[in-house]
């Protein structure tokens, strides 16, 4: 039976075993069963999946997961949890702990070991300081994925829905709307966690498109046209492709590949819709010194 999740076991857990948080992996432990409940619903894990968690923790979440899921690969960086998740982790046999940094694992093998290569779940309460680099790492590297439900700050599951016009809208939210159709689930207090984090959480769900929704030859180009587009974001579309070293297109290019297009040479890139980005680095790839 799951037992942790209640905020005097995850305390009587944590003494048993003299453990001290480490500020530097972001390590906010859940301990609302409620919420861990909401988790493992918004994810719909059945006996047939194969989940990866990110940051287990002393385990509370991956003891929801083992119930549910047929198998779980579960990656923790600090050493110090090890010990921990063996005794919590002591009656299950369909999990599998990790003692490695994620943005090092190569999770492609994972899926191909323990799930034939089939589409996996990801489901994690996220280290906040590094929420970006593992949900770009996941879709960029292509693993085979079926949904990735996490807990994030507030305002970065905020800025993963958004669309143009709005004040969050980014580079974060077109990869993510580009990769997947983001939900949020609810939105988590700081009072559920021990430490308390300084900001409010949400619980997202990205549910990971099985075609793509725009076509583009050159998918990492139209990347760098997005990020350059966002780099700065006070100025023009055009000075933000021309500045940027990583699109070789000369500033006269730009300039008539957005004429072309039927925008404005005044236009700031934040206006434009996911379509109008794979449609703009089609064109702007045309003109590749
Ligand atoms: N899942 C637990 C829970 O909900 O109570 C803990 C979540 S806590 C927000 C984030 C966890 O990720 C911590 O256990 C932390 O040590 C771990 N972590 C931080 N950086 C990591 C990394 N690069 N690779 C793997 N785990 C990491």
Known sequence: MAYLGNPARTVAVLEKHGFQFQKKYGQNFLIDTHILEKIIDAAEITKDDMVLEIGPGIGTMTQYLCEAAREVVA??????????????????????????????????????????????????NLPYYITTPIIMGLFESHVPLESITVMVQKEVADRMQVGPGTKDYGALSLAVQYFSNPEVVCVVPPTC????????????????????????????FMFKVIRASFNQRRKTLVNGLNNAPTIPVSKENIIKTIEELGYSPTIRGETLSLQEFATLSEALRQKVN
């Open 75 to 124: 990656v923790e960086i600090d050493d110090n949890l090890i010990p921990v998740l063996e005794d919590t982790l002591s009656e299950y046999d369909n999990v599998t702990v990790l003692n490695q940094d994620i943005l090092k694992v190569d999770i492609g093998r994972i899926a191909e070991e323990k799930n034939h290569g089939k589409p996996i779940k990801v489901v994690a």
């Open 193 to 220: 966690f021990i430490p308390q984090p300084k900001v409010a959480s949400s619980v997202i769900r990205l549910t990971c498109h099985k075609n793509p929704v725009v076509e583009v030859s050159d998918e990492a």
